[in-house]
């Protein structure tokens, strides 16, 4: 997402150290989305710049809630309301806790 759609203002660092929330799908027992916590890496760059593509690697911190994702889906990345930012998954790797 770019600055004017409301996307992030700062780089995502390469490093993985940023660790926003993602909506994967879940919902609470209100109807709103359940987000989930992952750190970013992102590949083959120092960083993603603020309305900038790429591609990123995700490392949730409970990976056994993300088992429904699959290969296409979009997931909106959150630091607040409203998204700041969507990511489309490519592979899925195996998961371990």
Known sequence: MTVAE???RLPIPQAGVL???WDIGLRTSAGHPDLRVARIWV???RGLLPGG???IRLA???PSEWHALR???RLAM???TPPVGVATIIQISAFTE
Request: hydrophobic residues 15%; charged residues 30%; proline residues 14%.
């Open 6 to 8: 409301g996307g992030r």
């Open 60 to 62: 949730p911190l409970s």
């Open 43 to 45: 590949e083959n760059a």
């Open 19 to 21: 660790r926003p929330l």
């Open 78 to 80: 959150h630091e607040g």
């Open 71 to 73: 290969p296409g889906q």
């Open 53 to 55: 593509r790429g591609r």
